[in-house]
Every structure is written in structure tokens, then in C-alpha cells.
């Protein structure tokens, strides 16, 4: 509704409120004078007050639809990580959870679920945590959201992963132990010592104990998580416990050790330059049982210390060079000086700590850093030549005669046999000819020094009268020469017998 108001300032109020006012205002007089003048100026002038502003159109509808539309986007982005309606692993629902919170709630599911042990005077309760049970919960349902994620309605309510539960040996036992004592008997431990009868380390056996079967209890446990329920009874029934330091554990601890014990010692490349005596090594060493139901074994790096000024000693050598012999064509025969590598010890700076360090983790043989210094070898031909003609013989080192003497070689009747022969066995004493039939038999004929088949240096106590034919084919030395041949000829010796 509109309100009249009076103006006696026509022409300003009309410019005021016209310039104020959105609605239009109407000042023309109510009445016009009759004479046609314009009317009496006081008269008064009536004007249109504004009207009320309309109400703003509200558009509630508007803003609802938008906000059921992001819930609705908003719920198709969240069921991309989420695991289908319906689905299950072990037995614990996991539908419509994030694959974080479903490991989660499988795992804390496993840990709460119950076993009461029954029949041990009054029922005893343990929890899957207790028992140190657990299952692959990521992998599981890693698995179940890729078969079944919540935005694929055709893989909705599938059926339930199956979850193995394991449980930890040590662990359970401990807690079943707790929970009823009473059906427990001690195992006995395997151990082992060192034996300074045998300088080996033996052992005692372990013997069984009893207790709850911990495989029974796991069973029931994963009957009871597969099934969805929260507990389980189980009998508690006796069965035999292992100990956790079995024989075969122990034996085979001992067997490492002593291989340390076998292989003790400094060493460069594979020799045992300084051997480690047995019993020495093993009191280096500590052998304690640890938890795993073996044994950590440790060494003594101070103990150690006590060698390590003793083996430059050992160690510090000058090379030895090689004499070998040879025949003609470079062969060698006989080796009359082995080689001898040099070597000095490096710096000896924590070998104790080293060494101590390899005995622990069950290596005997240290490697030594050292420098190595080669050996020369200086190679002689030998060769033998016998005379016919002169009856005598030369012994020859590189071309050159070292030793000659005269012989008795083989009557004309025996000759001995000419050309160019080796030298194949050598005997130190033997009969010859003391056979049935024989033309001749000589007892303990010394140095004998084969070259052709029945023909042969060797020393002569028969007769003297070297110079001359004399025997049946062989080449008669004195006993003396025959001795030192017999050393200087190697097997292979190439022996050239000539007129």
C-alpha cells in the first residue's frame, strides 16, 4: 500500500523526490482553477510515497539438486577404493572398506579371536595375539579388492578369501606354558664343549619335554577365524616338545667348529705357514645358545694378538732359485732345486681383529698379505757318451765334460750294443745272470743304471782292470764311479755308446 504526502515546495520537493525515488510521483493538482490561471499556489500538492521493494526470489531447489549431485559423484569416486559389499577374508567382513582399514580389521579380528583350552582344571583362555598369529592380511586383501573393488556390482557378495593362519612356535608355546603350567615338563637343551681328550668339540644330546600340541591349537585357531566366530575351545591334551636346541642343531654347530679347528692358522695361498694348535683356536673362541635354538659363536681378537708379532718371523723368506736337469732337447728330467718363492708380510694392522672376525662366522684358514718374490731356475742338460774304442766314458753338463773315467765294456763275444739310447731304470743292487741255464751268475751287483734292454752301468768288485773289455755287454764301472753315475743320472739321460 502507498502513503500521500503534502509538499508546499512544489518545485523542490518534486526535483528531491524524483531524484530519490524509483517510483514515479504524480504533483499535477488535485482540482484546476476555474478562471484557468494556474491555480492558487498555496493549495496543497499530493505525491506518491515509494513503494516496498519485492521480495528476492529464493532458489532453494537449486542448491539441493547440486548438493545430491556431489554426494552422488562423491560416492561413485569413494567406491573406487573401496572393497565390494559383501566381501570376506578369513571369515572377517571387509565390504565396503578402504583396503587399509580391511587389513586392519582382519588382523585385529585374528589377534582378539579366542582359544579356550578345556579339561586342564578350569577353562584357560589365550588370544591370537598370545599365540603370535598371523596372516598375509595385505596380500589377502590386496587379492580380494582386485576381484571384487565396490565399483563393479557383478562382483559384489563374493565368496570368502581364504587366510592360513600361522602361528609363532616360540611364542605360542611360551603363552600356552603361562596359561598351564601345569602340563609342562622341560625339554632338555642340546649342548656343546670343546674336549681337550679328543681337541674337538662334542655334544650332549637334547631329550624331549611335553606340553600342548601347538599345531592343534593353530588348527582350531584357523577353523575359528575362517568361520567368522571370535572363540574356540580346544581339549587341552599333552603332546611331546621338541627342544628348541635340538642334537642335530648342536652336531651340526660342533661339525663347523671343528672344521675351524681343522683348517687353524696363518696361511699364504695354501700353505699353513703358521698352524693354530686345536686347543689354542678353541680357546679363541666363545660359543654361546641363542634364541633361534643354535649357537652364536665368538672369538677372542686380544687372545689373537699374542701370534701376530711372531709371524713375520714365520713368514719373511728370501727366494730359492731352481737347478733342474735336462736332456738335449730341454726336457726336464729331474728337479735338483726346488724353487723357493720370496716373501715378506705386509702390514700386520688388525689381523687379530680381521681373524677374530672370519672365526665367528666358522673360517679356520687366515690369508696372510704378503709380497712375493719369483725364483730364477737354471736348467743343466746331462748327457752320457761312451767310447769303444778308447773304453772311456764322459759325462757331460751343457756340452761340456764334468767327469771321465775308463770302463770295461762287453767282450768280443758280448759285445755292447752301439747307438744312441735312454736311460729308463735304475737299481741299486741286483743278481745277474743266476738263472737256471746262465752262463754266469754274479750275486749284489751294485749302481745299476739300465739303458738298453739286459745292458747297464753298474759298479764292478770282480775284477779291477777298467781300460779293457771285460763283461758280457754291460759297461763296468768301479764301484765308487758306478755310486756317483748312478746319483747324477736321471731318468731320460741320453747315453750315445760309439767306436
Known amino acids: 500500500m502507498t502513503d500521500l504526502t503534502t ?27 476555474a478562471d ?25 531447489g537449486l542448491w539441493i539438486g547440486v548438493g545430491a549431485a556431489v554426494a552422488a559423484v562423491g560416492l561413485v569416486v569413494s567406491s573406487i577404493f573401496l572393497v565390494a559389499p559383501g566381501a570376506a577374508v578369513g571369515g572377517v567382513g571387509v565390504g565396503l572398506h578402504t583396503p587399509g582399514a580391511a587389513v586392519d580389521a582382519v588382523n585385529q579380528r585374528l589377534a582378539e579371536t579366542t582359544v579356550v583350552l578345556t579339561g586342564a582344571g578350569g577353562d ?58 601345569e602340563l609342562y615338563t622341560d625339554p632338555v637343551e642340546a649342548t656343546l664343549a670343546f674336549d ?22 593353530r588348527v582350531a585357531l584357523q577353523d575359528a577365524f575362517a568361520a567368522g566366530e571370535t572363540s574356540v575351545d580346544v581339549e587341552a591334551v599333552t603332546a ?13 654347530v660342533a661339525a663347523r667348529l671343528n672344521g675351524i679347528l681343522d683348517t687353524a692358522g696363518f696361511y699364504v695361498g695354501e700353505e699353513r705357514v703358521v698352524p693354530v694348535d686345536r686347543a689354542v683356536a678353541a680357546s679363541w673362541l666363545t660359543v654361546t645358545p641363542d634364541d633361534s635354538g643354535s649357537f652364536a659363536i665368538s672369538a677372542d681378537a686380544a687372545a689373537i694378538e699374542g701370534m701376530i708379532g711372531g709371524l713375520p718371523e714365520a713368514v719373511n723368506r728370501a727366494a730359492v732359485d731352481a ?50 718374490t719369483e725364483f730364477a731356475t737354471t736348467a743343466i742338460a746331462r748327457t752320457i757318451e761312451v767310447n769303444l774304442s778308447s773304453q772311456m766314458t764322459y759325462m757331460f753338463e751343457n756340452g761340456e765334460v764334468v767327469r771321465s773315467f775308463p770302463i770295461s765294456s762287453g767282450l768280443p763275444g758280448t759285445p755292447t750294443p752301439t747307438g744312441r739310447f735312454e736311460v729308463f731304470a735304475h737299481v741299486s743292487m741286483q743278481d745277474m745272470g743266476c738263472f737256471e741255464g746262465a752262463e754266469y751268475c754274479t750275486e749284489n751287483v751294485p749302481w745299476v743304471v739300465y739303458f738298453s734292454p739286459d745292458i747297464a752301468f753298474h759298479g764292478t768288485y770282480w775284477h779291477n782292470n777298467f781300460g779293457q773289455q771285460m763283461s758280457h755287454g754291460c759297461v763296468n764301472l768301479p764301484v765308487a764311479t758306478a755310486k756317483y753315475l748312478f746319483d747324477w743320472t736321471p731318468t731320460g739321460t741320453e747315453v750315445w755308446v760309439h767306436y
Open 7 to 33: 509538499r508546499t515546495e512544489a518545485d523542490d520537493s518534486v526535483d528531491r523526490v524524483a531524484s530519490d525515488q524509483t517510483e514515479p510521483i504524480d504533483d499535477r493538482p488535485s482540482t484546476p482553477p
Open 36 to 60: 484557468g490561471s494556474g491555480g492558487d499556489a498555496d493549495a496543497p500538492v499530493y505525491a506518491w510515497a515509494p513503494a516496498e521493494p519485492a521480495p528476492r526470489k529464493r532458489r532453494t
Open 124 to 181: 584357560v583362555e589365550v588370544t591370537g595375539a598370545d599365540l603370535g598369529a598371523s596372516v598375509d592380511a595385505a596380500a589377502l586383501v590386496d587379492a580380494a579388492y582386485s576381484a571384487s573393488p565396490a565399483w563393479n556390482p557383478t562382483a559384489w557378495f563374493p565368496a570368502s578369501v581364504d587366510a592360513p593362519v600361522e602361528i609363532d612356535p616360540i611364542a605360542a608355546t611360551a603363552a600356552l606354558r603361562e596359561a598351564v603350567p
Open 196 to 217: 681337550a681328550g679328543s681337541t674337538s668339540y662334542v655334544t650332549t644330546p637334547s631329550a624331549e619335554g611335553a606340553g600342548i600340541d601347538v599345531e592343534t591349537v
Open 240 to 252: 611331546p616338545v621338541d627342544a628348541i636346541t635340538t642334537t642335530a642343531a648342536a652336531d651340526e
Open 323 to 372: 737347478r733342474v736337469i735336462t736332456n738335449s732337447r730341454g726336457d726336464v728330467l729331474r728337479e735338483e732345486i726346488a724353487g723357493v718363492t720370496g716373501r715378506e708380510l705386509g702390514d700386520t694392522t688388525g689381523i687379530a681383529e680381521d681373524y677374530a672376525a672370519q672365526l665367528a662366522a666358522g673360517e679356520g684358514a687366515f690369508a696372510l698379505p704378503v709380497t712375493e
